[in-house]
């Protein structure tokens, strides 16, 4: 452990590694899903690399996934590579707003939503990072973030809103 960590208390130290948890993994997801933004139509749009048609066969009923979203979006006339193109969009600032941790349980429910969206209708493109970022997000879902180097901490200090 490094010095400033053992010199802080022992619930400060549990607030410290969350912190970090949350910036390190909105950090690293959000770095990705930058990387992969030119190619998001091939990776998860309705005839990409594994069309939703294939990939929606190994799925149980109840899992989220990118079809039940463009059924959503269709009244608002997207067709389902806009759609798809727009949920990539919304995970990247669901993302965005969890790393500065602006509304971190929201941005941390809409990320986890948006990334089972995403890997359940793109299970080509999965790998271990994915499956790690599922269990991280959903921790962070329900743990205690964004009280420290955050929006949301920024806020309660003004007295604007209260954390969380």
Known sequence: MTWWLKA???AERAQVALELLRIGLAGVLLLRGLCAL???????????ILPWVVSELQLGAWVPRMSWTTWAMAPLGLDPDAAGKL?????????????????TRGAA????????I?????SLSVYG???????????????????????DAHFAAS????SD
């Open 118 to 122: 995403l890997i359940n209708s793109a």
């Open 159 to 162: 007295g604007v809103v209260g």
């Open 8 to 10: 802080l208390p022992t």
């Open 109 to 116: 429910l809409a990320s986890l939503a948006l990334h089972l």
């Open 129 to 151: 990072v994915d499956l790690y970022a599922k269990i991280g997000l959903f921790y962070l879902l329900l743990a205690q973030v964004g009280r420290r180097w955050s929006v």
């Open 87 to 103: 949920i990539y969009i919304l995970y990247l600032v669901a993302l965005t707003a969890l790393l500065l941790g602006a509304w």
């Open 38 to 48: 030119g190619w998001a139509g091939e990776i998860y749009g309705a005839h990409g």
